[in-house]
């Protein structure tokens, strides 16, 4: 399924038949505020399953990073002191992953995982995405096969690439090729393991 959507305003009846999918367990490709991402329910077993599938990953040794729809939904899924959230309210929403001790009230899937990745990307269409579906979105960057492009930022050539591999593909513009920039917060002092886009504030 291919579906497109205005980043300003996002068609709610559009974000309904997508929200849909990701309760059935289905798989989408969405823009964010760096690369497009591909995601699922993050707390349906079946599309968290897809996932790690469709990535060739180990639940149990992938980094898990969830989309929340605002810093309020952060401290459901991870644990946040005073000094973290201040570096949360300066840099979010923004094209950030920050790393931070999971809470447990991650499901059973994710009970090995001691870290959580936690993004509030500045883009509305997946933003409203995770805020009508009423949980995260796991979420995992889209890699390009090319050696000399990391990452696609075509929707229609993306759909091309996927059609067969995910239950709906969003496009929502032209894509970043840069990703998002990766703090570790579970020190006592912020520490970027990856520097992507995103100038942090501190």
Not at 40 to 63: P, S
Not at 68 to 82: E, G, K, M, P, Y
Not at 95 to 106: C, G, H, R, V
Not at 190 to 201: D, H, S, V, Y
């Amino acid at each position: 399924m291919y579906i497109r959507l205005y980043t300003k305003d996002p068609n709610p009846k559009e974000i309904e038949r997508v929200v849909t999918i990701l309760k059935n367990g289905g798989v989408i490709i969405y823009p964010t505020d760096s690369v497009y991402a591909i995601g699922c329910d993050a707390l349906n077993v079946r599309g968290v399953e897809k996932i790690y599938k469709h990535r060739g990953l180990e639940a149990k040794k992938a980094l898990l990073s969830i989309i929340c729809s605002d810093l309020s939904n952060i401290s459901q899924f991870a644990r946040v002191d005073n000094s973290q959230f201040k570096i949360l309210k300066k840099n979010l929403p923004g094209p950030f992953t920050f790393i931070l001790e999971a809470s447990s009230n991650l499901p059973k899937l994710y009970k090995t995982r001691k870290t959580v990745g936690i993004r509030v990307p500045d883009n509305d269409i997946i933003r409203a995405i995770v805020k009508e579906l009423g949980n995260p979105v796991l979420t995992a960057s889209i890699k390009d096969e090319d050696n000399i492009v990391e990452y696609t930022t075509d929707p229609e050539l993306i759909y091309e690439i996927y059609e067969n591999q995910v239950d709906a593909v969003i496009d929502g513009g032209y894509g970043n090729n840069q990703p998002t920039t990766v703090v570790d917060l579970t020190g006592g002092e912020p520490e970027i393991i990856r520097q992507g886009i995103g100038e942090l504030l501190l």
